[in-house]
């Protein structure tokens, strides 16, 4: 059925930025079938939704005082740790991830690895946040979890390990009977090995060999810590992290890169060369006390900055909102420089320049004629975006997620008026509550 979006203010494309407009807004299959007033009169309207059909049934939706913007792409996350929530907090980063995360994450049922991930994806929902890039520990959990909840998601499984193959090690073999079984058109499947320090270098290019033969994206966590530098220096020859990726083959412009902390110029002008895209995760690298991104330097070189907020154990939320504004204000304060980290470049970070990693420009993160019809409603009479003197500025300096009232994936509502259509949301805290009193 086609829909009609009318009355609301829409958050289009302005050359890199963006610009408030109104305009009515047409949905078909899905994708956006046009914008203006009517459907015929909407640009290549026809062209994107096929033919105009004059007597197709029609649902109108009234968004009087509302923004519809792109859903906002949450670039690096691990949805299944949201009972981990303020349980591994105010100890260093060795401790957090060796000495609190993993032996949670050994302990947790495959089953419960679902409830935890379908948590995360209502929290994701009710902050505008249409996509995600997960990285779980528990074969098809995560993908359940996005199809129950609408969501569209890029989904790893963790690799570590010398080989792919080894017949103790499952993971990868998981990983690809999961993608056999969840692939399609909301639900995309990426090679994740964990780290350069629980990945051997072996495992590393085979990973690359996998990648490219089967032209999957592919992520990893690099230079998180000064540890992992350190050891990484003293293991390979005094090389970084991004100059043994670079090693390996594996940076390119099909590699997305969580962290990169801890970058000097060279590793700047490496990974700005090789065409990888970088998501910056300001709220979990201030927390565990591993520092901020070079993201001026990043964003001087051309390298791609996407945005992410870890997973619920470090950041602690999945708050898209929350994160655009830290990554502005912190990277502003560092600079010293007002004019830093500016409200368009962060939008961006979090809608176009993500989709633009996950090769999927034009399609996501904006709203144009063809595009996926993801958006997110907000409320221009909320309290803290009114009065809406600078829409764009507003995004990234006042929402706080609060003010989204709809969320739409694929043409259809997965978060209306503050309800989940397709979830029980009191079995899923009753399922996440049992979870954390039995193995927390």
Not at 22 to 41: E, P, V
Not at 250 to 268: G, M, N, P, R
Not at 361 to 368: K, P, Q, T
Not at 392 to 413: K, T
Request: net charge negative.
């Amino acid at each position: 059925m086609l829909k009609k979006i009318i009355n609301g203010t829409l958050l289009l494309p302005d050359g890199d930025s963006f610009r408030a407009g109104q305009a009515d807004l047409f949905i078909r299959d899905g994708k956006i079938a046009g914008i203006g007033t009517d459907l015929s009169a909407a640009g290549t309207a026809n062209d994107a939704a096929g033919e105009n059909r004059p007597d197709e049934p029609c649902e109108v939706i009234d968004a009087s005082g509302q923004l519809i913007m792109p859903g906002l792409i949450n670039m690096h996350t691990h949805a299944y740790m949201t009972s981990m929530r303020n349980y591994a907090d105010d100890v260093d980063f060795q401790e957090w991830l060796f000495g609190r995360i993993t032996p949670v994450e050994d302990r947790l049922p495959k089953e419960g690895a679902y409830w935890t991930s379908l948590l995360a994806c209502m929290e994701m929902l009710r902050t505008g946040t249409t996509s995600f890039v997960d990285m779980h520990m528990f074969h098809e959990q995560s993908a359940r979890a996005a199809d129950a909840a609408g969501m569209r998601a890029w989904i790893g499984r963790g690799l570590v390990g010398d080989s792919l193959y080894a017949d103790d090690n499952p993971r990868f073999r998981e990983a690809m009977e999961e993608m056999d079984a969840w692939q399609s058109d909301r639900l995309h499947f990426i090679l994740s090995p964990h780290a350069i320090y629980t990945c051997s270098l072996h495992m590393l290019e085979q990973v690359v060999e996998e990648s490219e033969r089967r032209h999957m994206l592919r992520q990893t966590h690099l230079s998180e810590s000064l540890t992992e530098i350190e050891n990484c220096r003293a293991q390979y020859g005094g090389r970084s992290p991004v100059e043994v990726m670079r090693d390996v083959g594996f940076l390119s412009d099909h590699t997305i890169l969580a962290h990169c902390v801890q970058l000097d110029e060279k590793d700047v002008s490496i990974l700005a060369e090789s065409g990888s895209s970088v998501v910056t995760n300001p709220a979990s690298n201030a927390k565990l006390g591993n520092g901020f991104a070079p993201v001026t330097a990043m964003r001087e070189s051309g390298i791609n900055i996407t945005l992410g907020t870890d997973g619920t154990a470090s950041n602690n939320t999945l708050n898209m909102f929350r994160e655009m504004g830290l990554l502005s204000l912190i990277h502003k304060g560092i600079c010293r420089d007002s004019t830093a980290a500016p409200a368009s470049f962060v939008v961006s970070c979090a809608t176009t320049h993500a989709a633009r990693a996950l090769h999927e420009e034009g399609r996501l993160g904006v709203i144009r004629e063809g595009a996926w019809a993801d958006l997110a409603f907000l409320d221009l009479n909320a309290v803290s975006l009114f009065p809406n003197n600078n829409i764009l500025s507003s995004l990234c300096y006042s929402a706080n997620g609060s003010e989204v009232d709809s969320v739409m994936v694929a043409g259809e509502f997965a978060f209306r008026h503050g309800e989940y259509p397709g979830i029980d949301s009191e079995k899923v805290h009753f399922e996440v509550q049992k979870i954390v009193e039995e193995y927390l």
